[in-house]
DNA sequence: TTTATTTAATTAACATTGTTATGTTAGTAA
DNA sequence: TTACTAACATAACAATGTTAATTAAATAAA
């Protein structure tokens, strides 16, 4: 191994130590609760070191984003081998949901914290490539259920529906990950409030 | 008017002018974005006088979202005024989408962070009067509509329902406020995706 | 009327945190 | 041996939430 190359390891090393101790501070804190000081301590280095492979705090966390979306994407795709549509919308939908609820740190980092995503970094987590977009995967479900007659003829855009259905899987896991526990409701496990809410949408668009 | 009346008239009027501004400035950047000094700055104060109405700013947000909880479950209980139980579920879950737009940043205060969910809050927020919660409307709408026979005989949990239902429309909000422009989505308005996903929910939940 | 007291507000300062400018050291090359 | 470079550290800056000390004005007491 030449000098470079073990040079270059290092500093992968150096990086992916900040991003394990950057993920699982700032998953049981919160984004703004965690100083860069403190992520700097958690890995026993000054904390310019973390400047050195980031250029700021926002950057470090769009890395976080960027890696957990491509496993939420990945657990998707697996989902979605599934020949019929509606069924394929079951497995994909609950798919996202156990994501949601056994990452919620990687969920929340993703979808709550109004992280902006920007244009060079999406075209990295896949998007616009079939093989890896999931939205994509929901669109073209629903296009091709619209196209076998499976669904009512009152519904045409498969763009409004994969909107609708990706807003019912979102909100069973975001009322879970913030509210779940909460002692004025009585609680349905998350399980059964996605099957639900997956299955009611489901008859709500079949023909 | 005695002089200790007109003492706490300018006490509420000086209140009011901090809550009217920091309520405009945090609705259009966000809580983060907007500091204490701007707030000052644009109520011709000093800092320091913030402080002699809310003991922190955490105490001043959560004052502003009491406010427009109260305003939520308001508008909720205008939109329940509607004797059919399923036309009531569009209406009151439409005002939900509507609130959740309005206040993008209360709304994320309210329900996508923690800070705000104590005891002794909850109670002044009126969870557990039928007059005031809104999670009970809900509840009380499936019960409703259970009894009259207007729901599929597979569905007989109100709580079930009413959780999975919540999903639906928070989801629409929530994906709207984190995701909403983000380009490689051909977004759909929100209005049409609330409208979408309930009208999808309650097709999907009718006998 | 004059003096003391209370209230409302301010100015100045502190602590924390993201970030940068300026060393410093240890390995590598000349 | 000397110069250079990469990888770190120390110290400092700027912004921001917050508090301490102080002033000014209104009110009460003498």
Redesign the pocket.
């Known amino acids: 191994m030449s ?2 190359e ?3 390891r ?2 992968l090393k ?1 990086r992916n130590k900040i991003l394990d101790a950057a993920r699982r501070l700032f998953a049981s804190e919160g984004y ?9 301590e958690e890995i ?9 492979h980031f ?6 966390i769009r890395e976080l984003c960027r890696l957990d979306m491509m496993s939420l994407m990945q657990a998707i795709q697996n989902a979605a081998d599934e020949p019929e549509p509606l069924e394929r919308l079951r497995k994909t939908g609950m798919a996202y949901v156990t994501f949601g609820i056994e990452y919620p740190n990687h969920f929340r980092l993703m979808f709550m914290s109004n992280r902006l995503h920007e244009v060079e970094q999406l075209a990295e987590m896949g998007h616009g490539n079939p093989e890896t977009d999931a939205y994509l995967l929901l669109l073209n479900t629903f296009e091709e259920a619209i196209a076998k007659q499976l669904l009512a003829p009152e519904f045409t855009d498969p763009h409004l529906l994969a909107q609708a259905f990706w807003a019912g899987t979102h909100g069973v896991v975001a009322i879970h990950i913030n509210l779940y526990g909460d002692p004025w409701i009585e609680w349905r496990s998350v399980e059964e409030t996605a099957k639900m809410t997956i299955n009611v949408m489901i008859r709500g668009v079949q023909r």
Do not use: F, H
């Not at 703004?32 to 700097?40: F, H, L, S």
């Not at 026993?44 to 050195?52: A, V």
């Open positions: 000098i470079s073990r040079r270059e290092d500093r150096v703004d609760a965690v100083t860069m000081r403190r992520v700097a026993e280095y000054s904390p310019t070191t973390i400047y050195l250029k700021d705090k926002d950057a470090l």
